[in-house]
């Protein structure tokens, strides 16, 4: 094979998700015995997955979850490529999945499979809504400190009010702002003033005054909430 290396993270990550067909995962396996760098390639995605095994608990599915799911990949079309990109916008899907253990981690690695170019995050954190637990945000820290904020969900924002977004590691007197974001936008910061990331570092998103907090510190409820991971 003659893929990219793009391409071949891309099948890896894929491999280790379980989302290749029958067929292709049963060639990638075969391929793994005589190309290392294939074999490295999935080695690397199954340790990155590891610390997701952490980050939430492991619940009972309804038994409504699968036949939820079977209905939902009949609906897509055969191609891996388009169903993914299908369950990736499809609510329901994801809605479905936060019913068990597994969303969590079936988010994150959602993110690194389809931004494939995007180097391998040191530290990622799953923001979930606190009553729920459903996924709505992803954030990820790369080693030269910078970090991606990914939405999930839409959110409804009333007027006259802001998402604020902050963090607090430990040993610090209070949060501190990472600013204001949008709904539904992908926000980009650099790192550099704050303390290097802790594991179990705490990320929230609070809904503040339009302005934002006029305390510097979060005064309105929490809308998501969640804590570092360390992937590499």
Do not use: C
């Not at 939902?72 to 068990?100: E, P």
């Not at 389809?114 to 459903?134: C, D, H, I, S, Y």
């Not at 998103?205 to 998501?224: K, Q, Y």
């Amino acid at each position: 094979m003659n893929e990219s290396f793009d391409e071949l993270q891309h099948l890896a990550g894929e491999y280790v998700l379980g989302t290749l067909p029958a067929a292709q995962r049963r060639q990638v396996a075969q391929r793994m015995q005589n190309e290392p760098v294939l074999r490295t390639a999935v080695e690397e995605w199954e340790r990155r997955l590891q610390p997701l095994t952490s980050l939430v608990k492991e619940q009972e599915p309804s038994a409504q979850l699968w036949p939820r799911i079977v209905k939902d990949l009949r609906r897509q079309s055969t191609d891996a490529q388009s169903s993914w990109s299908a369950w990736w916008n499809d609510l329901r899907f994801w809605r479905g999945l936060a019913a068990s253990g597994f969303a969590a981690a079936a988010v994150l690695v959602a993110v690194m499979v389809t931004r494939p170019t995007t180097p391998a995050p040191n530290f990622m954190v799953v923001l979930v809504e606190p009553q729920k637990g459903t996924p709505g945000w992803i954030v990820q820290a790369s080693a030269n400190r910078q970090l991606t904020l990914t939405p999930l969900l839409p959110v409804s924002v009333p007027g006259q009010k802001s998402l604020q977004f902050w963090t607090k590691g430990e040993g610090w007197d209070k949060p501190v702002s990472l600013g204001l974001v949008e709904p539904g936008k992908t926000v980009k910061l650099a790192l550099d003033k704050l303390p290097p990331l802790q594991v179990n570092q705490l990320f929230e998103i609070t809904l503040e005054p339009e302005h934002g907090s006029p305390t510097g510190r979060p005064t309105g409820p929490i809308l998501f909430i969640g804590k570092a991971a360390k992937m590499t």
